[in-house]
């Protein structure tokens, strides 16, 4: 949160992020296509490594190129399809298909999970909220209350601990002792939220809550900049599914491994994938140079 | 009516599109497509349900409190992995304040711990997961409040079934078809977890279900809820 910056993809509307965001991740996650599945993971890493820095960006990715290392060679273990077997491991054949196509999943893995990360960062609970608020008003009621208790219960948690400390509550040692104190603590916050929480319903109740013409407070506004990412993200992604759908870029790993076909419809495909999974990169990098440029004429 | 409506709409015309859909474009993964698609669109009729039976205030903030309380038990035990109280409550939440309660408690507790520890694409599985097993405990309410043995064995069953689910997706995720030595190996590596969720359901569920009972029922005598 923190080291949350002020960003150009940021303050697009909730509405044009969920779709960007739900498009991309959906490509990324269930195609095969190793060319459209690294464009996606590059898009991805560059653009977490924009968001948060460059320290916690390599950090993490050390630990994700370890992890897709480990899958790729535990895949020809449980699968023995394909046709150029490398060697035999207790009678079963590792084949070069399984190990690629191990390979394959890594990318498809470490890029959906920086995805989701770029997601949880940029999509925060009060974007989400308002999105799905009007749609459905009193679970987002129930949402907006429990993300408000949260902080209060570890807060309120803090107290019954001190308090229970000072009456020599956590004295004894080991496990077991620790889990009945924390229990005993546990137990007395649910009794004091749910006592309080009565008091809220029926205030909010008294104040006429759930009565017809409320209206809703929210900080965002669908501007032109938005409908020229809404307009270019549809249309890229109509390109990348028509695509698919029409078999262009399919990629088999079973039996035999395809071959990479470069034709003109392919690089069609490629291009708008890559355009669509570098928008959020490219606008936070447009927003540097406009900064360094208006910054350089003062 | 008009939730009606749209629910028929969204399970008999929507739903199959998508999937149908899906299975076209995404051949190879079509399996993993299909599970996604039915995780979410099994959320959606719960919620509507949830959404146009609840009229009463004072409960959707009681909803709310219950699972602030199983996204706050997950801090107060971090220090065991893997022990956490969140099936019980979403178990009891189910038991005492019905199926759709149940549910939207377990989708919900899901979805918000995984705004604070990570949204992935295991969100959807977790969600409906979770939210199933608050919705059987609500529809068992009857059994499971007769007897409280049946209610710990729910509680281990519960523990070790969602571990099994959340195998299956691993699994079809990373095959795009269900390869049974994979999903054994899935199971057999999570079986550490596996008994430390049945542990820990049987545990919180042994020592709250009766307080939690009791609360609820003050709160019923008190303001009338």
Same mark, same amino acid.
């Given at each position: ?22 498009? @991309? *991740? ?8 190793? @060319?459209? /599945? +690294? &464009?996606?993971?590059? %898009? ?13 960006? #390599? ?10 290392? +480990? ?16 060697? +035999? ?17 890594? &990318?498809?893995? @470490? ?18 909220? +308002?999105?799905? %608020? ?7 009621? *129930? ?7 949260i902080p209060l219960f570890r807060r309120k948690l803090k107290e019954i601990r001190s308090v229970q ?17 924390e229990?005993?603590v546990f137990?007395s916050l649910i009794?004091w939220s ?22 809703? #407070?929210? @900080? ?9 990412? /809404? ?53 936070? /990098? ?13 | ?47 509507? =349900? ?18 602030a309380l199983?996204?706050a038990g997950?801090f107060i ?15 009891? =939440? ?76 691993? =699994? ?16 057999? =590596? ?36």
């Amino acid at each position: 949160m923190e080291n949350r910056k002020i960003s150009g993809f940021n303050t697009l509307h909730p509405a044009v992020l969920f779709t960007y965001f739900v498009s @991309v *991740v959906i490509v990324a996650m269930f195609c095969t296509n190793p @060319v459209m /599945l +690294f &464009l996606a993971l590059i %898009g991805g890493v560059s653009f977490f490594g924009v968001m948060k820095g460059a320290k916690l960006f #390599f950090q993490d990715l050390c630990f994700y190129i370890l992890m897709a290392v +480990f899958i790729a060679i535990i895949n020809p273990l449980f699968s023995h399809n394909g046709v150029t077997p490398l060697f +035999f491991m207790n009678g079963n054949p590792v084949t070069l298909e399984a190990i690629l196509y191990g390979v394959d999943i890594a &990318l498809m893995l @470490v890029g959906v999970i920086y995805w989701c990360k770029c997601y949880s960062e940029v999509m925060t609970t009060d974007k989400f909220l +308002f999105l799905f %608020g009007k749609a459905v008003p009193k679970l987002s009621l *129930v949402l907006s209350a429990a993300l408000r208790f949260i902080p209060l219960f570890r807060r309120k948690l803090k107290e019954i601990r001190s308090v229970q400390s000072s009456l020599g509550l956590y004295e004894k040692k080991g496990m077991i002792n620790r889990v009945t104190a924390e229990l005993k603590v546990f137990s007395s916050l649910i009794t004091w939220s749910l006592e309080n929480s009565v008091d809220t319903g029926a205030s909010m109740k008294a104040r006429g809550y759930g009565l017809k013409g409320r209206t809703h #407070f929210s @900080v965002f506004t669908f501007r032109k900049r938005d409908l020229g990412y /809404l307009i270019c993200i549809i249309v890229l992604v109509g390109i990348v599914i028509l695509g698919m759908s029409m078999g262009i870029s399919d990629f088999k790993f079973y039996p035999e491994i395809s071959e990479f076909n470069f034709g003109l419809k392919q690089i069609a495909v490629y291009i708008s994938f890559g355009i669509l999974s570098f928008i959020p990169f490219l606008s936070e /990098l447009w927003e540097v140079i406009m900064w360094k440029y208006s910054a350089s004429k003062i | 009516m008009k939730i009606k409506i749209i629910k028929q709409i969204l399970l008999w015309v929507i739903i199959p599109l998508i999937i149908i859909f899906g299975v076209v474009i995404f051949y190879d993964r079509a399996y993993a497509w299909i599970s996604l698609c039915v995780a979410i669109s099994g959320c959606i009729p719960f919620f509507l =349900t949830y959404e146009k039976r609840q009229g009463n205030t004072i409960k959707l903030v009681i909803l709310a409190v219950l699972i602030a309380l199983s996204v706050a038990g997950r801090f107060i035990f971090s220090f065991l992995p893997h022990f956490k109280p969140v099936t019980a409550i979403v178990v009891l =939440t189910g038991i005492y304040m019905g199926y759709e309660a149940g549910f939207v408690c377990g989708a919900f507790t899901a979805l918000i711990s995984n705004f604070i520890f990570g949204q992935g694409p295991w969100t959807p599985f977790q969600m409906f997961i979770w939210g199933l097993i608050g919705c059987l405990a609500g529809l068992l309410n009857k059994f499971l409040l007769k007897n409280f043995v049946l209610l710990l064995v729910f509680g281990a069953v519960a523990g070790v079934l969602f571990s099994c689910f959340m195998d299956i997706w691993t =699994t079809f995720w990373y095959d795009g078809t269900f390869n049974m030595g994979r999903y054994l190996a899935n199971i057999i =590596t999570a079986l550490p977890v596996t008994v430390s969720y049945a542990v820990s359901n049987l545990i919180f569920l042994l020592i709250l279900a009766k307080p939690f009972g009791k609360k609820l029922e003050r709160l019923k005598i008190k303001y009338g809820v």
